[in-house]
């Protein structure tokens, strides 16, 4: 009737072991204050136990040294522990700069995975070992979070913004992954699994599916069918900013104020363009809210990245999987004006 | 208790007068008033105990067959909204506060007698109106009606349960508002600040959270109902909002609601040591002044609970070390009542049963608390049952096993009476036994990924889950006995005199139950608090 009830959660990532052993430390600690405390109470209730009815106990007000004593000790206890869950948390902060990145969606009530190959999943979400996966997530709806347990990760993850999740899974096999902030109905339904491949069977996987073109020609495609293209021309003859080679720039804006040209940057830019408007440009583009779907605006993103990167595809690293062979190659020269 | 000769309650008492529904309604008897609340937060006690009984029979199965996801998402959030803003919120401070504080400083009332009936009565309005809410369709929200979920996407009685809330914010606001002049103009003769029972002290901090922390709350709750009803673009991103931003409003009062539930209890605590010990409370300023340091470090620390919803790595470290620094004053109160057993008189009678299992399950809650401070380990059990497992202990070990303890220990006080021993005993080992049970398991459970409020979980989650299920039926159990032998004790139990713990403190030197006046004369304190003579006449009455 219990099928194999595990007391530990499985270890499957770089993370999870450094995770671990703060929580075995911090076991370990409150085992012996409980177990002090415990043990100092039951033994004085015990030999100090009431004699006589009208006895009293003995007349101690206090004593500075041991108050000194047990502030300071604990200070420096939580003072370690901070320090130690700070150096796990900066860990988890900083991916590394050559990450796999794969975008997500949550909605009520299902996520969505979307490889920069074009490959899609829905509540599956592959991975390859020995690689750094950063997932750059957002929702359509209301907060959601994305939690790993066997990767000890997870963050939520929040309409109208773009949060991170790093992690590099170190054991194939198949995981939990959750939603974490409560989502309404289906909640507990917003679950499935992260399946982790070593690097070849990764690059395998990839390729089987029937993608229709990467993330960042499906970018290329929407761009000129919403028409972005007539303005914002490479050749600084639009009525808009050029783009190539803007992503992770830094752009002055209207107001004076300078900003990092980031994916948060860019969605904001397209479904409300007038709020940071760049330097030397009319407030002249529609606002594209309601217009585009969070997927379509992570496509965006990916193209904006892309162009005036000199690839013609996002650089998928050689060992995740690069540009496969038949695959539909935007032609950039031909598509976009230059 | 020794036995001696049947006693007769006084002649004159609160409770003897006047008898009818109006001498209730219409009182202005603090004692009168606590009375009201202990009827109310016990209703509203059991109506969330029995949402609680329904979320664990759920889970006793992976499956979720019991009930639908909406429904259990009902039954949760229900659970904690009546647990959190209706029980224990108002348990220690509105019962035992209400009636303790005139009576541990000598006065004849609160400083605003009126404005304590008002309390009561905006209290039960606005408790209506939340019950108006769970019978006309439910709330799905959670007890911290997160946005934009609350404000945009809920079809459930956001509205009604969210004006109920604000309203009851009020109740609280003129309870702390009262508590704050009472203690500072009305203490006896003699009474001062360092002679103060450390109950008193610690209901002086939980009073400044409540002025200070619960006007936000109120307002943030009225924002979610405005944004629902007018549209206002305030949390939801569709509208130009901020959801975040209601986290961060929300936590500002919600964190430091977790003192207010859990100072008093500790003020019970240092109460009941001190009395069963026959003993002066080890180290008197360092407790006093941990319960203001608790007050203010809770006010700094509300961003711990958002250590996973986008906030920046620099804020994280500082609400983390901020987190680390309340542990400080809490270890340094629990130190001290291990201390103050040294070398005591003790007496293994309930209440101090309860203060023994108050400090060991306040111990491992506030110890589990350092795992959710540090930063780096909070990632992977925050939104887990390792959370859930983690504010039970300090909510349920904690703040109900102060009530428990502090209502044993004041019964004979506020009745005249005197419960059955054996069966109060009994109770007392059924509730520590039972709740260990219920949460212990949810740390093992939480670790292993299991995330809180899920209606249906994984199949390797169900050991853990039947053993809470389990432990929380023993608990129910050990909650209902209590209720009965009270209510029994209220007409049959024996007559006790005016001390008959034998304790120190100025409500032990009136009659039990006290006059309407408390005190025939006022008192001059000449003596420090918990100053034990070298010996004492317990039974005297």
Same mark, same amino acid.
């Given at each position: ?8 959660? $499985? ?22 204050? /409980? ?120 963050? $939520? ?31 507990? !339904? ?26 960042? /020609? ?6 000129? $069918? ?7 021309? /490479?050749?600084?003859? !639009? ?17 004076? $104020? ?10 904001? /830019? ?62 950039? !020269? ?5 | 208790?020794?036995? @001696?000769?049947?006693?007769? &309650?006084?002649?004159?008492?609160? &409770?003897?007068?006047?008898? +009818?529904?109006?001498?209730? &309604? ?16 016990? &209703? ?7 949402? #609680? ?52 400083? +000598? ?20 408790? @209506?109106?939340?019950?108006? #809410? ?155 002044? #941990? ?57 293994? *009678? ?31 059990? @925050? ?132 006059? @309407? *006046? ?16 070298? *010996? ?6």
């Amino acid at each position: 009737m219990w099928p194999g009830t595990p007391l530990f959660p $499985d270890t499957a990532s770089t993370m999870a072991h450094r995770v671990d052993a703060l929580y075995f430390f911090l076991i370990g600690l409150t085992a012996f204050f /409980s177990l002090l405390i415990a043990g100092l109470i039951i033994y004085y209730a015990i030999k100090f136990r009431r004699r006589a009815p009208d006895s009293v106990g003995a007349r101690l007000s206090g004593g500075l040294v041991l108050e000194i004593t047990w502030t300071v000790i604990p200070l420096g206890i939580v003072l370690v522990i901070f320090t130690w869950g700070a150096s796990v948390f900066f860990a988890m902060a900083r991916p590394p700069a050559d990450t796999l990145n794969i975008y997500v969606v949550g909605k009520q009530w299902m996520w969505k995975f979307q490889h920069l190959n074009g490959a899609r999943e829905i509540n599956e979400l592959h991975v390859p070992i020995g690689q750094p996966v950063k997932l750059i997530m957002t929702s359509e709806d209301v907060i959601h979070d994305l939690f790993f347990p066997a990767f000890r990760v997870k963050a $939520d993850v929040i309409p109208g913004r773009y949060t991170e999740i790093w992690f590099e899974a170190t054991r194939p096999g198949t995981y939990h992954l959750f939603c974490a902030e409560y989502c309404g109905t289906r909640h507990s !339904g917003m679950i499935g699994q992260v399946v982790v491949l070593e690097p070849s069977e990764f690059q395998t996987w990839l390729s089987s599916g029937q993608a229709e073109g990467s993330l960042a /020609s499906a970018g290329g495609k929407l761009f000129r $069918d919403l028409a972005c293209n007539t303005c914002h021309r /490479s050749d600084a003859q !639009g009525r808009g900013p050029v783009l190539d080679g803007l992503f992770g720039k830094t752009v002055t804006l209207q107001s004076g $104020d300078r900003i990092a040209v980031d994916e948060a940057y860019i969605r904001e /830019s397209i479904v409300n363009p007038n709020e940071k408007l760049t330097a030397g440009f009319q407030p002249i583009m529609p606002a594209y809210q309601g217009q585009v779907t969070e997927e379509q605006l992570l496509e965006l993103i990916e193209y904006v990245r892309a162009l005036g990167t000199g690839t013609s595809l996002p650089s998928l690293r050689p060992d995740a999987g690069g540009p496969r062979p038949g695959e539909n190659t935007p032609s950039r !020269g031909g598509n976009v004006p230059r | 208790m020794p036995r @001696t000769n049947p006693l007769l &309650l006084p002649p004159r008492h609160y &409770l003897n007068n006047g008898f +009818g529904v109006r001498s209730w &309604l219409l009182t202005r008897d603090h004692k009168r008033i606590a009375l009201l609340y202990l009827v109310g937060v016990t &209703l509203f006690f059991f109506i969330g105990g029995a949402f #609680a009984v329904m979320i664990r029979l759920e889970l006793a199965t992976p499956a979720g067959e019991l009930v639908t996801d909406d429904t259990y998402n009902k039954l949760f959030t229900l659970h904690g909204v009546m647990m959190v803003f209706f029980f224990l919120i108002p348990a220690i401070p509105a019962v035992l506060g209400n009636f303790l504080i005139p009576l541990m400083i +000598g006065a004849k009332d609160l400083a605003f007698p009126k404005l304590n009936l008002a309390s009561w009565y905006i209290y039960m309005i606005g408790a @209506t109106f939340t019950l108006y #809410a769970v019978v006309t369709g439910g709330l799905d929200t959670g007890w911290t009606f997160y946005t934009p979920f609350s404000s945009a996407y809920s079809t459930t009685q956001v509205v009604p349960a969210a004006v109920g809330i604000f309203i009851t914010g009020f109740s609280s606001i003129l309870t702390g508002l009262n508590f704050i002049v009472t203690i500072h103009r009305m203490r006896a003769p003699g009474l001062t600040w360092f002679r103060l029972p450390l109950f008193v002290w610690s209901h002086y901090a939980a009073s400044l959270i409540m002025v200070l922390g619960t006007p936000v709350v109120a307002i943030t709750i009225l924002m979610v109902a405005a944004e629902r009803i007018f549209g206002f673009g305030l949390f939801d991103p569709n509208r130009g909002g901020d959801p975040v931003l209601f986290q961060h409003l929300f936590w500002f009062y919600s964190h430091p609601a977790v003192y207010i539930m859990i100072l008093p209890a500790m003020g019970v605590i240092s109460e009941l040591v001190a009395a069963f010990c026959r003993k002066q409370v080890f180290g008197y300023t360092f407790v006093a002044f #941990a319960s203001l340091g608790i007050a203010v470090l809770g006010f700094l620390v509300w961003g711990h609970h958002m250590f996973v919803a986008g906030q920046s790595v620099y804020a994280a470290l500082i609400f983390s070390i901020l987190s680390f620094l309340v542990a400080i004053p809490s270890a340094i109160k629990v130190f001290n009542w291990t201390a103050t057993m040294y070398k005591g008189s003790i007496a293994w *009678e309930t209440p101090m049963l309860y203060a023994i299992g108050f400090i060991g399950l306040f111990t491992i809650g506030g110890l589990t608390g350092l795992f959710l401070a540090a930063v780096g380990l909070d990632v992977h059990v @925050t939104d887990t049952y390792f959370i859930v497992a983690h504010f039970h202990y300090i909510m349920v070990g904690g703040t109900i096993m102060g009530y428990l303890g502090g209502l044993h220990y004041w019964w004979p006080k506020i009745s005249g009476r005197t419960y059955n021993e054996l069966l109060a005993k009994v109770s007392a080992a059924i509730i520590f036994f039972g709740f260990n049970l219920t949460f212990f398991p949810q740390f093992i459970v939480g670790y292993l990924g299991m995330p809180r409020r899920y209606h249906a979980y994984p199949p390797e989650f169900q050991l853990l889950n039947v053993l809470s299920s389990a432990g929380a039926s023993i608990l129910g159990v050990g909650y209902l006995i209590p209720m009965i032998y009270l209510a029994w004790s209220l007409r049959y139990g024996r007559i006790v005199g005016s001390n008959p713990w034998g304790a120190v403190g100025l409500e032990w030197t009136t009659t039990s139950p006290p006059p @309407t *006046e408390n005190f025939a004369e006022t008192p001059v304190v000449t003596w420090d608090a918990y100053e034990y003579p070298t *010996e004492v006449h317990g039974h005297v009455a």
